[in-house]
């Protein structure tokens, strides 16, 4: 996981309480600089982490604190799956938490407000936005997407603990299925995944397993992406195999109701580590084009 990055000089952050659609309160962080608006518009970007990650993790704050420059008005925050809490998590449950950062920064007054999640918060961008169509919504970005993590993804993680992946994933489906339906779905499950050439043991609730991995769960880009019609920036980091940005072209081809639809690749780890400002500057150039109508379907 990348770390944590100071607050540079120039940058003002102050945390801020945000109440979710349930009546939950969460904590998250306000990042702004001497610029107040993004090329004359108040443009609130709600940022949202991925797996296990905080308001102010690596892959978020560095890119938040590049777009406050430019003028953004930033929100990270921290939701009912940061940290430790995604054990307990259910999955479509972190709308609610979504619908009230949208809403802080609608009470702040913003022209415009963009949905900005890394890695699984892009999925739960696409399940919000999707089963929601918030008409307080400009746009969202999806960096570091995964097309579908309930299944292919967390399948291909047992490649690193069985010779038959597919028979191993199915197996640990069974067991928390089998745990929820005696009554123990608060048991701890403990999911491998594989990380730089290791393997990682991350713990769950069978319950929480289930609403995040299992096949009938909700937690997929691809079957949120077509009920979108708000435009969408695919931001994949571009592996040495190529395999994120491919899952990006696939995620753009299910977009069909946005007339909006762009793909930009960016050179770097999962967490875009070096290569934020880049990563800002598509963002910021993204929003500002879509005032005038510069627009397209894909790339150049």
Not at 18 to 45: C, H, M, N, P, W
Not at 81 to 106: M, P, Q, T
Not at 209 to 225: D, G, H, K, N, Q
Not at 237 to 246: G, I, P, Y
Request: charged share 25%; net charge negative; hydrophobic share 40%.
């Amino acid at each position: 996981m990348a770390p944590m990055e100071p607050t540079p000089l120039d940058i003002t952050l102050e945390a801020i309480n945000y109440v979710a659609e349930d009546g939950q309160t969460f904590d998250g962080f306000q990042l702004t600089s001497e610029r107040t608006t993004l090329e004359g518009q108040k443009t609130g970007i709600v940022f949202l982490h991925g797996l296990r990650g905080s308001a102010l993790s690596g892959g978020i704050a560095a890119v938040a604190h590049a777009l406050a420059r430019k003028g953004a008005y930033c929100l990270t925050v921290n939701k009912r799956n940061s940290g430790k809490l995604y054990e307990r998590s259910i999955f479509d449950e972190i709308d609610r938490d979504i619908h009230g950062a949208v809403a802080f920064l609608r009470d702040r007054g913003c022209d415009e407000i963009i949905l900005w999640g890394r890695s699984l918060a892009a999925t739960e961008v696409a399940y919000y936005q999707g089963t929601r169509k918030d008409a307080d919504v400009t746009a969202v970005v999806l960096a570091a997407p995964f097309a579908d993590i309930r299944e292919r993804t967390t399948r291909s993680y047992f490649d690193a603990v069985s010779d038959d992946a597919a028979a191993a994933y199915e197996s640990f489906v069974e067991n928390a299925r089998s745990l929820v339906e005696s009554g123990r779905g608060t048991e701890l499950v403990a999911l491998p995944r594989p990380v730089g050439g290791t393997v990682e043991y991350i713990p769950m609730t069978a319950t929480s397993f289930l609403s995040y991995r299992a096949p009938e769960s909700a937690c997929s880009t691809i079957e949120w992406t077509p009920h979108i019609d708000v435009p969408i920036l695919l931001l994949p980091h571009d592996s040495e195999d190529k395999r994120m940005v491919e899952e990006a072209n696939e995620i753009a081809l299910t977009a069909t109701q946005s007339s909006v639809v762009e793909i930009h690749p960016i050179e770097a780890d999962h967490f875009f580590t070096g290569a934020e400002r880049e990563v800002a500057a598509r963002t910021a150039d993204f929003v500002v084009r879509l005032r005038s109508n510069q627009r397209r379907r894909f790339p150049d």
